[in-house]
């Protein structure tokens, strides 16, 4: 059974160096996107992604997850995902988690492709021998050929998101965490992608899905949330998330 369950949970970024008259000014003003930028005593900056958030995802959900531009959706999926610890609150936890968020995270530029298809598919949680096994269907469906025994270094962003695609999407999960809908590469790949992720979704037992587009969420998804600041504004029903979304504030 699969789970995720977050309680009164807050992530804080620390700013460094922040002492500059700009970063001063901005400090006492509202700012029309992002966490709020907060001074503290002791002349700490930082700022809150996101704001003693409570949430609930179970067996069979579908969320979609709306907001401006720094709202807190990126760094909502980064702590669902274990990449942040929450500086405040706590979380559980339930089932094997794909986040398909900063693909090429964990890439060694300077080993060749299919060394970087062992790692990355060890850093996912799958054993060598697993992640051995899974070699030749994901280097058949990254189409990268005799480019696969070059170092990533050598490779285009384009051939290098294709890899990470290809590496990230092999893997089942029960929870699969995804920051807008991926493409990578010519046309032909990125309709590749589509069916790879709509199979990926499919097999999940939770989606988690960070977007601006309301016609794709709702091809995916049942749920939605809507952030704003960091915090939660709206948790229901796909359609009335949405009518949120898109009326313009006053």
Request: with cysteine; aromatic share 6%.
């Amino acid at each position: 059974m699969s789970k995720l369950e977050l309680r009164h949970v807050c992530l804080d970024y620390p700013v460094y160096d922040s002492q500059s008259r700009s970063l001063r000014r901005s400090i006492t003003q509202r700012l029309p996107v992002g966490g709020r930028i907060r001074r503290e005593k002791g002349r700490r900056t930082s700022i809150l992604a996101l704001d003693d958030v409570s949430l609930s995802f179970d067996q069979g959900d579908r969320v979609a997850l709306f907001g401006h531009n720094g709202a807190g959706k990126t760094s909502l999926l980064k702590v669902l995902a274990g990449f942040y610890e929450p500086t405040a609150g706590s979380m559980v936890r339930e089932g094997r988690v794909s986040a398909l968020l900063n693909l090429m995270s964990g890439m060694d530029v300077n080993l060749n492709g299919y060394e970087n298809i062992l790692l990355c598919g060890m850093l996912y949680g799958l054993s060598r021998k697993e992640a051995l096994a899974r070699t030749d269907d994901i280097a058949e469906f990254s189409e990268l050929g005799d480019y696969l025994s070059m170092p990533v270094r050598l490779l285009s962003s384009g051939m290098i998101l294709r890899l990470a695609f290809s590496i990230c999407t092999s893997i089942d999960c029960d929870i699969l965490l995804l920051d807008e809908w991926v493409g990578a590469g010519d046309q032909a790949f990125i309709e590749k992608t589509k069916i790879r992720l709509s199979e990926l979704v499919f097999r999940s037992s939770i989606l988690i899905f960070a977007t601006h587009s309301p016609l794709v969420a709702k091809q995916l998804c049942n749920k939605a949330i809507y952030l704003e600041h960091g915090c939660v504004s709206l948790v229901g029903d796909i359609d009335e998330v949405i009518d949120r979304y898109q009326t313009p504030v006053a």
